[in-house]
């Protein structure tokens, strides 16, 4: 952690600094110095780095402080699981409006913390800054074996995405509408605040994919990053992507296509990957779709033929 | 580099990918996947993040963002000197206004570029999100051989400081009172503004130096963490601090002892570190004290008398 001003700040750091002290191999010096340092067991590491802001990512009204910290960690280390990285240690750097308390710090601080210790990951520095609203900018380094690139697609693999898509989006909405939280609407609201970077899928599957990205953006913006990477066409089949239970009727209550939103919305930070055509994947995965040559993405039905992509982002 | 929301955000990250792309052994994937993907050269890295905030940190009037930017990067690189480390790659998270245009995002890519073509390590990755002020997260990563630890200083010790202290602070008195800017005045407001990691000499030291830290938050504060770090009494002998040519004459222009502001003003980004009695630097170096018995820090005129320490922070 680097020292700001204020004693008051220097007492808030060496807080820090106790909490997030681990005995860790990897971790050679922690917290504390001028940097960290790491000592990573792999040749190669892995560097992310993402911002959350108040106000743009979320609201505080949403969550406890605790649950809103701990998300922007796992946000972050989602990049280093669709990467097939294990993390090693994070950073994380706050910006504090000048009204933010010791017990929110606190909070927030629990939520790197639980983060941390779901990744088997320490937080390992940061910064604290002050600011008029409040930022959380999250670095992650991972070990990285076989990294698998975003750019590695080719035409004639499948197309297989991690988990379900799309209840993050919808738990999104009942959020941003102060739409009944119930029964029904509580898991996606749970699945937007609770997310789990995916990081032992992404190892798993480091040795075989030939591209992966996580759905961080939407499904359909995430595999047209995949493409262009590459330089192919992905194909959709809109039916095969996968919803959790309860999707098509919650998006019926609040007005909107749960496909569409699967399509559209971000913050799943599931997996989505590509796998030579004879090739299975060793982690339960659902097969989406498939790469072929040419540009950008498109939708197919069950039935082969071309679907309505309104609502998407088109790469060609 | 991380993807954002708006169509135009895409262009801007693309944008920024061909200006930072450079061919570095070290780097085998840059800005463009999920993560970047180094390959130190040596075991360990070393890792620090700084934040500078608008109207906080600086002010846009002070200087082009161009300025401003290569500042950003100068400073988070400058916990990677005082660690003795060799910078790789470094990454920056930009929260930036909606007002914020293209030319304003180019003249900080600029700044971005300039400081990482002086420091030897690509702009590898970082992220764009949008708030209220701008602000830039620099993350760097340094390889790291034999790391200076903050808590090496032993009783005995010497203690040493880079270039000139206090510089920074009287040019960002000039620039905070908006006084005027003449051939006295200039050269202090450039130092603060173009501030010079000082990775070399860092390296340098490495070897041999039993204790080191940046001087970022002043000579002062920065002793006094070294000091509480490694569980000694550092002695500062005032007289012995070196300051650049016209500080004194500046300080009384501005009505400030220009000694007292070496003492307690930040960002000089030079390294203050200590050596084993027998040992000299084997860089251009000032000897300005000496690590004792005991706790915190203490002032000493040449004669030895403890001097008046009001105007900077006590450690014990």
């Given amino acids: 952690m680097k020292e700001p001003e204020s004693s008051g700040e220097f007492e808030r750091i060496a807080r820090l600094k106790r909490r997030f002290h681990r005995v860790v191999p990897e971790v050679e010096i922690g917290a504390g110095d001028d940097c960290a340092v790491l000592r990573p067991n792999d040749a190669a590491i892995a560097i992310s780095v993402d911002a959350q802001v ?3 990512h979320f609201r505080r009204s949403w969550a406890s402080l605790a649950v809103l910290g701990r998300r922007a960690v796992m946000a972050a280390a989602s990049d280093l699981a669709a990467m097939g990285s294990r993390p090693i240690a994070i950073f994380s750097a706050l910006i504090l409006p000048k009204t933010f308390d010791d017990a929110s710090l606190e909070s927030l601080a629990e939520g790197f913390e639980r983060a941390g210790d779901e990744l088997g990951a320490p937080i390992a520095g940061g910064n604290l ?3 008029s609203e409040l930022s959380i900018t999250t670095t992650v380094i991972g070990g990285v074996g076989r990294a698998i ?11 297989w995405v991690t988990g379900t898509i799309g209840a993050r989006g919808l738990g999104l909405e009942v959020l941003l509408r102060d739409a009944a939280r119930d029964a029904l609407s509580l898991p996606f609201v749970g699945a937007w605040l609770e997310p789990r970077a995916r990081i032992d899928a992404g190892l798993a599957i480091a040795p075989f994919a030939t591209s992966a990205i996580d759905v961080s953006d939407g499904l359909a913006q995430d595999v047209g990053h995949l493409a262009e990477s590459s330089g192919v066409r992905a194909v959709i089949e809109i039916e095969r992507i996968p919803l959790a239970s309860g999707a098509g009727e919650l998006g019926a209550r609040l007005g909107v296509d749960a496909r569409r939103v699967a399509l559209s919305s971000g913050d799943d930070y599931e997996i989505v990957f590509t796998l030579a055509a004879d090739q299975t994947p060793p982690i339960a ?4 779709g498939r790469i072929e040559v ?5 939708a197919i039905d069950a039935g082969g033929r071309a679907v309505e992509s309104g609502g998407y982002r088109h790469f060609g």
Avoid: L
């Fill in 54 to 56: 108040e106000g743009v």
């Fill in 294 to 298: 040419g540009s950008g993405i498109g």
């Fill in 129 to 131: 800054a002050s600011g």
């Fill in 285 to 288: 995965a659902t097969h989406i």
């Fill in 149 to 159: 690139r975003r750019d590695g697609a080719k035409p004639g693999d499948s197309i």
